[in-house]
């Protein structure tokens, strides 16, 4: 069975600090995808990013970057000099072949001024 | 280019009741996928339409079904609600099947059961 596992229910920083967002996921497939959706207060899933299962190579968007390790299992989520337009709820995500996407019960972010 | 639209945005029913909740798929999408959200958690996948037909399906009850039309937008049906219904419905679509393409989400519908 497939699971993804967001430790972090809750999370709150001081505008400017860095801030990372933890995912482990289970599969057994070799063939995945993981991904990351921001929530904001109005309620849509925005899309951030997506990883095959083939490429660990680490990648960075202004000021978000991503860490995937397949040897922990593990897909986290780095903001750096965080922002008030930051805080929303954070859903790390996995799929296999079928699309059928598994979410993580999400981290919720605060970001204070 | 517009994104996924769902309707109504809001809905109040009793329980018992029936209800229909509609999307259309951002341009271009051709598959369409429906999730539950229940207030503090992650969306929980109902069921994927793609060519019209149910290719996937979550671990909801026969209560819960779908169609999706020649023009690719979909409805989702919900039979005899019960007050834990209750939650946000996501609308979400991608273009094909299979290949774990990133889907495009809907403001939601969110079903209020009294």
């Known amino acids: 069975a497939q699971k993804v596992t967001q430790a972090q229910t809750e999370i709150s920083v001081v505008e400017k600090e860095d801030v990372t967002l933890d995912c482990v996921y289970e599969?057994?497939?070799?063939?995945?995808?993981l991904f990351w959706y921001k929530q904001p207060p109005s309620g849509e899933l925005v899309f951030l990013i997506r990883?095959?299962?083939?490429?660990?190579q680490n990648e960075i968007s202004g000021r978000y970057s991503w860490n995937f390790q397949k040897s922990t299992s593990s897909f986290n989520f780095t903001i750096t000099a965080s922002q008030v337009v930051d805080s929303a709820v954070y859903f790390c995500a996995l799929t296999l072949r079928d699309d059928k996407i598994i979410f993580g019960k999400g981290t919720r972010l605060h970001i204070l001024p | 280019d517009a994104g996924v639209t769902q309707s109504p945005t809001h809905l109040i029913k009793t329980r018992g009741q029936q209800v229909t909740l509609r999307c259309s798929p951002k341009s271009g999408h051709d598959t369409v996928s429906w999730y539950q959200q229940a207030l503090g958690q992650g969306p929980q996948f109902i069921f994927q339409y793609y060519e019209e037909e149910e290719r996937q399906r979550g671990n909801f009850p026969d209560r819960f079904s779908g169609h999706q039309f020649p023009n690719y937008s979909s409805e989702l049906n919900v039979n005899a609600l019960l007050l834990g219904d209750s939650a946000l419905y996501l609308c979400?679509?991608?273009?094909?099947w299979g290949g774990g393409q990133p889907q495009h989400f809907g403001d939601g519908t969110r079903l209020s059961i009294l």
């Open positions: 979400a679509s991608s273009s094909g």
């Open positions: 599969t057994r497939d070799t063939t995945y995808y």
């Open positions: 990883r095959n299962s083939f490429d660990e």
